[in-house]
């Protein structure tokens, strides 16, 4: 098992254990992509027990963000405070269920999120976990599933930001992808758990994907077929 834990942009580490696919060993499963994304804007409706969040550009809250490719040769594609607002298809969406449990505290979710590149390269995925209530934060936590990219009809070799940056996205493992939403993470308290519906409420979200366990067997294969030809 691989644990991940981040510092969020308000300053507060949470982590997320993550089951390392291994192909016949112990080797943990590589980090393929991070995605990282600040200053959401985040809706509850009350009546659907559904959380969305979306990247905006409005005089209160201005999306920025980075996608990164972690395994050789990596690269970062850096998304810009009110990218949307750019005449390209970049956006980044997530929508989670938040349905009560028998603790108070703790809500259980279900949904699906998409990350949309400057020329519409898609990753999207769905996603599963625990919402939490603390003192002063509201967190979500758990696992992504079922992840695939989508290519672009016009451009699809590379992953590309708006502000900056590239990288390919042939991946060394083929998809599907799974991973952990390490955070997604706004301003909150028990007292309010998801008592009302609320609109444009900042919140940021960071997650990473890595090969499933059969996609993992598939990369470890080819990386022993590999070695052998080279000796």
């Known amino acids: 098992m691989t644990n991940f834990a ?3 942009s308000f300053g507060v580490v949470a982590g997320v254990a993550v089951l390392a696919a291994t192909a016949g060993s112990a080797n943990a499963a590589v980090v393929l992509v991070s995605l ?14 559904q ?6 550009d409005t005089a209160d809250i201005r999306t920025s963000g980075s996608v990164s490719r972690l395994v050789d040769p990596v690269g970062n594609a850096v998304f810009e405070p009110g990218f949307v607002s750019a005449s390209n298809p970049a956006d980044f969406n997530i929508s989670v269920t938040a349905t009560p449990t028998a603790n108070p505290n703790r809500r259980s979710g279900l949904g699906a ?8 390269d898609t990753i999207s995925g769905t996603v599963s976990g625990t919402w939490l209530a603390t003192p002063g934060f509201i967190f979500f936590n758990g696992f992504l599933t079922n992840v695939t990219i989508t290519r672009s009809a016009s451009e ?35 007292s309010t758990f998801f008592a009302n519906s609320f609109t444009d409420r900042a919140s940021n979200v960071t997650a990473q994907l890595i090969p499933t366990p059969a996609s993992l067997a598939l990369l470890s294969m080819g990386t022993l077929v590999a070695v052998r030809r080279r000796r």
């Open 51 to 56: 959380f969305t969040a979306r990247a905006v």
């Open 36 to 49: 990282a994304y600040n200053s959401l804007a985040g809706s509850y409706d009350a009546a659907l027990q």
């Open 113 to 120: 999120f998409s990350a949309v590149d400057a020329d519409g």
């Open 156 to 190: 699809g070799t590379s992953f590309n930001g708006t502000q900056s940056g590239a990288w390919d996205l042939n991946l060394p493992s083929p998809p599907p992808y799974e991973g952990a939403v390490v955070q997604l993470v706004f301003g909150g308290t028990p």
């Open 6 to 8: 981040f510092k969020n």
